[in-house]
């Protein structure tokens, strides 16, 4: 492996050794490291050890071997807890590839970013449809930071210092909301039903389809929480809702979620997405980038003309009006991986959506009832469920587990440590709109014999 | 930059939702052709979701006009001070994109991704030494949830020195990013601001008067917004831990000292980075990015969930930190995003990094000396990698304001500089060259603002008109947050 040879000049870094002359020469300095006089000199250069520069073929080959250190893309694997491999369209990287997208900054001056800006307005009216709200944000960084968000926007408008959490919850978003939560003094409760909660909880929170993959009926919950004044946090996976049903419409004040899985691969989970959409009444509370449509001053361009244009709007709320009473820290948050998210849910379209979770219900029901008839097999359900089951085998969870990746098999999550009776030894198996059906055989053809071994 | 096709007078007012019509599709979707399972029952499911159906090629070319009335640093010069626009090298999108990374799943075992962790552990190493503090966690996803990260750590190591209950307050200088008092607040923190001296530094005796057993961290951005470097930070460093508070790094201007000064080395105990500031990360119009938070011993054990550490037998894998803060992400980070910025690591190496740091400094005091005397410099020192000038001037003699100065430049080709920031600076005009501009393209940088001076003084009403040649002239502001309009609604065209 070659290395770049030391001195000469970057692809990246166009001056050259004249035009550096040159410019010293303007500014009246010997040489560049003269313009780093105000350092302290004793510390200034020290020894710091990277590895060498690599040209771009080298580099290409090297991070092709780092890939190739990781299992096989392409093998059956059946990881869901969180993640979901989905069927993306192929217009929806082409198109946030383009750079005026990508390689643009949030969109401080709206003259020259309505690309960024309108995307982003048609990402907002998308999450309202789907979930059912008034108003959305332009993304916040993942579900689970949403989630802590909201617990906090919770907080505030009913002044009250704990949040509860129903189980089953995803565990991530239970540490994320405690870690939040210390932050701004709050308490959090996980119950194991609505009836654990009272009138000391600013919020209850629950997932659509909760952690174990069982479908949710969020109207009794909303309604629970409103019998005791607090606010009701729906955290719904996105592609489900579209089949399910809006969590708005069930009763939901703020409604957060995962956007990543319809962005692009999982990508090891990031960049991830995080839904933040609420009521209208909550909209000088919330966290983040909002963006508005409005027009042309009268008088703003010479022409007289009053065109449709968007802005970045509410910003009284946001960190860099409000400073330490601002509604949150954030700033620059996932703009990019929101526009992703808005074409494949728009290439999809009301048809699209509706289809691919119904083939994406379909083929994990097929795959658990084949799991389920082989002998030594069972699948605990909880309750009616979308994408996720559990399966229960001969052998314990880990060792099944094991005995799968043995096989070149990804088994599911290992949930056997969880309190609920029907996760006791089972691992969670996700199966989806993208998963192949021969990935799906050579599950079944590995339980098969594991099952036949025990 | 202008939209194509028919119907482009008013490009904004039809959304996708107007542009569709029913039965139109995008993309198609498999049926199902096994035994069919029953859905659940109709009380859990939703009848429809309005959505627009266009045809596939319809779709892209949508996105692409919307690209089209967009500016990136492809498009030009992007000298948006305070958020290092520099050049995004391809290979990074392209390796990022590799499918053994890309499809890893988060919850996949260390066996499974060593790859990636790989990747994360070389990263965190290089980071270390960049910064002299050698322990890392990749997982924040921007700056501002490093900053949270970082805060978060001070207030659990106070806690296990039982001093979380007197020590209350954090010090932040009135140039700071609004994110660093929001983040003090977001963990129960209250701010006290510190004045900036004539110097454009931290007033040192202020500091001093203020730091007494109620401090928990000063937090510093280091260079400051003004592009200068805080001399004495170091001895600050010793005023703080002698009082026992903790010093706070803000590193988003880190790409002006890229191997030349250490954080560490400087006394500061906790710094976070933005790596799609220097690291060349995409910015995508406003994220992802990825937000490291790094740390000296002291504090390694508070650092969020997870870090990435390599066993004896050289398996990488993530662990929780001892006194971990816990998580602030679901998963582990940006994933994608360290990879280009591990990628831009190994393409520049130290020679590379030193090469960008300096080069940023020189091209932010090319833009100062050619600048000179046509707009005022507040703080007429050298600077690093920016440098602020103030339009007070033409606004108070000609009645030009900043914001008109910057619209005008719009019409030069140019994204403006950033403007109103830092605070401390009248009508501030915020310029952050990069090293990956070419002199000819500083020159013209210039050249435009001293044009866009003058015009000042002989036409002012073309600036106050200004953008004339964008997509979209000004837009009514105060219309749109008075009476907010932030979705698509059936009747809305």
Same mark, same amino acid.
């Given at each position: 492996?070659?290395?770049?040879?030391?001195?000469?000049?970057?692809?990246?870094?166009?001056?050259?050794?004249?035009?550096?002359?040159?410019?010293?020469?303007?500014?009246?300095?010997?040489? *560049?490291?003269?313009?780093?006089?105000?350092?302290?000199?004793?510390?200034?250069?020290?020894?710091?050890?990277?590895?060498?520069?690599?040209?771009?073929?080298?580099?290409?080959?090297?991070?092709?071997?780092?890939?190739?250190?990781?299992?096989?893309?392409?093998?059956?694997?059946?990881?869901?807890?969180?993640?979901?491999?989905?069927?993306?369209?192929?217009?929806?990287?082409?198109?946030?590839?383009?750079?005026?997208?990508?390689?643009?900054?949030?969109?401080?001056?709206?003259?020259?970013?309505?690309?960024?800006?309108?995307?982003?307005?048609?990402?907002?009216?998308?999450?309202?449809?789907?979930?059912?709200?008034?108003?959305?944000?332009?993304?916040?960084?993942?579900?689970?930071?949403?989630?802590?968000?909201?617990?906090?926007?919770?907080?505030?408008?009913?002044?009250?210092?704990?949040?509860?959490?129903?189980?089953?919850?995803?565990?991530?978003?239970?540490?994320?909301?405690?870690?939040?939560?210390?932050?701004?003094?709050?308490?959090?409760?996980?119950?194991?039903?609505?009836?654990?909660?009272?009138?000391?909880?600013?919020?209850?929170?629950?997932?659509?389809?909760?952690?174990?993959?069982?479908?949710?009926?969020?109207?009794?919950?909303?309604?629970?929480?409103?019998?005791?004044?607090?606010?009701?946090?729906?955290?719904?996976?996105?592609?489900?809702?579209?089949?399910?049903?809006?969590?708005?419409?069930?009763?939901?004040?703020?409604?957060?979620?995962?956007?990543?899985?319809?962005?692009?691969?999982?990508?090891?989970?990031?960049?991830?997405?995080?839904?933040?959409?609420?009521?209208?009444?909550?909209?000088?509370?919330?966290?983040?980038?909002? *963006?508005?449509?409005?027009?042309?001053?009268?008088?703003?361009?010479?022409?007289?003309?009053?065109?449709?244009?968007? *802005?970045?709007?509410?910003?009284?709320?946001?960190?860099?009006?409000?400073?330490?009473?601002?509604?949150?820290?954030?700033?620059?948050?996932?703009?990019?991986?929101?526009?992703?998210?808005?074409?494949?849910?728009?290439?999809?379209?009301?048809?699209?959506?509706?289809?691919?979770?119904?083939?994406?219900?379909?083929?994990?029901?097929?795959?658990?009832?084949?799991?389920?008839?082989?002998?030594?097999?069972?699948?605990?359900?909880?309750?009616?469920?979308?994408?996720?089951?559990?399966?229960?085998?001969?052998?314990?969870?880990?060792?099944?587990?094991?005995?799968?990746?043995?096989?070149?098999?990804?088994?599911?999550?290992?949930?056997?440590?969880?309190?609920?009776?029907?996760?006791?030894?089972?691992?969670?198996?996700?199966?989806?709109?993208?998963?192949?059906?021969?990935? *799906?055989?050579?599950?079944?053809?590995?339980?098969?014999?594991?099952?036949?071994?025990? | 930059?202008?939209?194509?096709?028919?119907?482009?007078?008013?490009?904004?007012?039809?959304?996708?939702?107007?542009?569709?019509?029913?039965?139109?599709?995008?993309?198609?979707?498999?049926?199902?052709?096994?035994?069919?399972?029953?859905?659940?029952?109709?009380?859990?499911?939703?009848?429809?979701?309005?959505?627009?159906?266009?045809?596939?090629?319809?779709?892209?070319?949508?996105?692409?006009?919307?690209?089209?009335?967009?500016?990136?640093?492809?498009?030009?010069?992007?000298?948006?001070?305070?958020?290092?626009?520099?050049?995004?090298?391809?290979?990074?999108?392209?390796?990022?994109?590799?499918?053994?990374?890309?499809?890893?799943?988060?919850?996949?075992?260390?066996?499974?991704?060593?790859?990636?962790?790989?990747?994360?552990?070389?990263?965190?190493?290089?980071?270390?030494?960049?910064?002299?503090?050698?322990?890392?966690?990749?997982?924040?996803?921007?700056?501002?949830?490093?900053?949270?990260?970082?805060?978060?750590?001070?207030?659990?190591?106070?806690?296990?020195?039982?001093?979380?209950?007197?020590?209350?307050?954090?010090?932040?200088?009135?140039?700071?990013?609004?994110?660093?008092?929001?983040?003090?607040?977001?963990?129960?923190?209250?701010?006290?601001?510190?004045?900036?001296?004539?110097?454009?530094?931290?007033?040192?005796?202020?500091?001093?008067?203020?730091?007494?057993?109620?401090?928990?961290?000063?937090?510093?951005?280091?260079?400051?917004?003004?592009?200068?470097?805080?001399?004495?930070?170091?001895?600050?460093?010793?005023?703080?831990?002698?009082?026992?508070?903790?010093?706070?790094?803000?590193?988003?201007?880190?790409?002006?000292?890229?191997?030349?000064?250490?954080?560490?080395?400087?006394?500061?105990?906790?710094?976070?980075?933005?790596?799609?500031?220097?690291?060349?990360?995409?910015?995508?119009?406003?994220?992802?990015?990825?937000?490291?938070?790094?740390?000296?011993?002291?504090?390694?054990?508070?650092?969020?969930?997870?870090?990435?550490?390599?066993?004896?037998?050289?398996?990488?894998?993530?662990?929780?930190?001892?006194?971990?803060?816990?998580?602030?992400?679901?998963?582990?980070?940006?994933?994608?995003?360290?990879?280009?910025?591990?990628?831009?690591?190994?393409?520049?190496?130290?020679?590379?990094?030193?090469?960008?740091?300096?080069?940023?400094?020189?091209?932010?005091?090319?833009?100062?000396?050619?600048?000179?005397?046509?707009?005022?410099?507040?703080?007429?020192?050298?600077?690093?990698?920016?440098?602020?000038?103030?339009?007070?001037?033409?606004?108070?003699?000609?009645?030009?304001?900043?914001?008109?100065?910057?619209?005008?430049?719009?019409?030069?080709?140019?994204?403006?500089?950033?403007?109103?920031?830092?605070?401390?600076?009248?009508?501030?005009?915020?310029?952050?060259?990069?090293?990956?501009?070419?002199?000819?393209?500083?020159?013209?940088?210039?050249?435009?603002?001293?044009?866009?001076?003058?015009?000042?003084?002989?036409?002012?009403?073309?600036?106050?008109?200004?953008?004339?040649?964008?997509?979209?002239?000004?837009?009514?502001?105060?219309?749109?947050?008075?009476?907010?309009?932030?979705?698509?609604?059936?009747?809305?065209?």
């Amino acid at each position: 492996m070659s290395s770049r040879s030391s001195g000469s000049p970057h692809p990246y870094i166009p001056a050259t050794g004249a035009d550096r002359a040159r410019m010293l020469e303007r500014i009246g300095a010997p040489d *560049v490291g003269a313009l780093f006089a105000d350092l302290p000199a004793a510390m200034r250069d020290p020894a710091i050890h990277l590895p060498p520069a690599l040209p771009e073929p080298e580099l290409i080959a090297l991070m092709e071997e780092l890939a190739g250190a990781n299992a096989d893309p392409w093998r059956p694997d059946f990881l869901g807890a969180g993640a979901y491999r989905r069927s993306i369209p192929v217009i929806t990287a082409f198109l946030i590839g383009r750079s005026e997208f990508a390689t643009s900054y949030t969109p401080y001056q709206p003259e020259i970013s309505q690309g960024t800006l309108q995307a982003a307005f048609e990402y907002q009216s998308v999450v309202c449809e789907l979930t059912g709200m008034d108003v959305s944000n332009a993304g916040l960084y993942d579900v689970a930071s949403a989630t802590a968000e909201a617990c906090l926007l919770a907080a505030r408008v009913t002044k009250r210092r704990i949040v509860a959490l129903l189980e089953p919850i995803h565990p991530g978003t239970v540490e994320v909301v405690r870690a939040y939560a210390r932050g701004a003094g709050l308490r959090v409760d996980t119950v194991p039903s609505p009836e654990a909660i009272g009138e000391e909880h600013a919020c209850l929170v629950a997932q659509q389809p909760d952690f174990l993959g069982t479908i949710v009926d969020l109207e009794p919950l909303a309604a629970a929480a409103h019998g005791v004044g607090a606010l009701f946090v729906a955290v719904a996976d996105p592609f489900a809702l579209g089949l399910l049903r809006a969590p708005g419409d069930a009763g939901a004040d703020i409604v957060t979620g995962e956007g990543r899985d319809l962005a692009g691969p999982p990508n090891y989970g990031g960049p991830s997405l995080g839904l933040f959409a609420a009521r209208t009444k909550y909209l000088r509370q919330m966290p983040g980038r909002i *963006v508005g449509r409005t027009r042309e001053l009268a008088d703003g361009n010479g022409r007289g003309e009053e065109r449709t244009g968007y *802005v970045l709007t509410l910003q009284a709320r946001e960190q860099f009006i409000r400073r330490e009473r601002a509604t949150s820290n954030v700033s620059t948050a996932q703009a990019l991986i929101a526009v992703a998210f808005t074409i494949t849910v728009q290439a999809l379209g009301p048809n699209g959506m509706r289809e691919s979770a119904v083939l994406c219900y379909q083929r994990a029901h097929d795959a658990a009832s084949r799991i389920a008839a082989l002998p030594g097999y069972e699948t605990p359900e909880r309750g009616p469920w979308f994408q996720e089951f559990l399966v229960r085998g001969p052998i314990p969870a880990a060792e099944l587990a094991a005995r799968l990746a043995a096989r070149g098999i990804g088994a599911g999550l290992d949930v056997s440590a969880r309190p609920e009776p029907e996760a006791r030894d089972a691992l969670l198996f996700a199966v989806t709109e993208a998963t192949p059906e021969a990935h *799906v055989d050579a599950l079944i053809g590995a339980l098969a014999e594991i099952g036949g071994e025990a | 930059m202008s939209g194509s096709g028919p119907g482009v007078a008013d490009f904004g007012a039809r959304l996708s939702f107007d542009r569709g019509e029913p039965g139109r599709r995008a993309v198609d979707v498999p049926s199902w052709a096994g035994e069919e399972a029953p859905l659940p029952d109709d009380r859990l499911l939703r009848e429809s979701v309005r959505l627009p159906e266009l045809s596939q090629g319809g779709l892209v070319r949508y996105y692409t006009a919307l690209s089209a009335r967009n500016y990136g640093i492809d498009s030009g010069t992007y000298p948006l001070g305070s958020c290092t626009m520099k050049y995004n090298p391809k290979v990074n999108d392209t390796v990022a994109s590799l499918f053994g990374f890309a499809r890893a799943h988060p919850q996949a075992p260390a066996e499974d991704v060593q790859g990636t962790l790989r990747i994360q552990l070389e990263l965190g190493n290089g980071l270390g030494e960049l910064t002299g503090l050698p322990n890392v966690s990749l997982a924040p996803a921007a700056g501002a949830h490093g900053e949270l990260a970082g805060v978060f750590m001070v207030a659990r190591a106070l806690e296990d020195r039982g001093e979380l209950e007197t020590r209350r307050r954090i010090l932040v200088p009135d140039s700071a990013h609004g994110t660093n008092p929001a983040t003090a607040a977001m963990a129960g923190f209250k701010v006290t601001q510190i004045p900036t001296g004539a110097d454009g530094s931290l007033d040192r005796a202020t500091i001093q008067r203020e730091l007494d057993e109620t401090v928990a961290a000063v937090m510093v951005t280091a260079p400051n917004t003004l592009g200068l470097w805080e001399r004495g930070i170091e001895e600050v460093a010793g005023l703080i831990h002698d009082a026992g508070g903790y010093l706070y790094g803000d590193g988003a201007n880190f790409n002006a000292i890229m191997g030349r000064v250490r954080f560490g080395d400087l006394g500061f105990d906790v710094v976070h980075l933005n790596l799609h500031k220097s690291f060349s990360t995409p910015h995508g119009g406003g994220g992802p990015g990825a937000g490291p938070v790094l740390c000296s011993e002291e504090l390694a054990p508070y650092l969020p969930t997870p870090v990435v550490e390599e066993d004896d037998d050289g398996l990488v894998r993530l662990v929780a930190p001892e006194r971990s803060i816990g998580r602030l992400q679901q998963f582990q980070g940006n994933a994608a995003v360290l990879v280009r910025a591990y990628a831009y690591m190994r393409a520049l190496g130290l020679d590379g990094l030193r090469a960008a740091s300096g080069q940023a400094v020189l091209n932010a005091n090319y833009v100062r000396a050619l600048l000179h005397g046509h707009y005022d410099l507040p703080y007429d020192r050298p600077v690093l990698h920016e440098v602020v000038f103030s339009g007070s001037r033409q606004r108070r003699e000609l009645g030009v304001r900043t914001y008109d100065i910057a619209k005008r430049l719009i019409d030069h080709g140019f994204h403006p500089p950033t403007v109103y920031f830092p605070l401390i600076v009248e009508e501030a005009l915020m310029i952050e060259p990069t090293e990956s501009e070419p002199p000819e393209a500083i020159e013209a940088l210039v050249e435009a603002l001293i044009s866009v001076a003058k015009e000042a003084e002989s036409d002012p009403d073309t600036l106050h008109h200004a953008p004339w040649t964008a997509p979209i002239g000004r837009l009514d502001e105060a219309t749109a947050a008075r009476r907010p309009v932030l979705r698509w609604q059936e009747d809305s065209e």
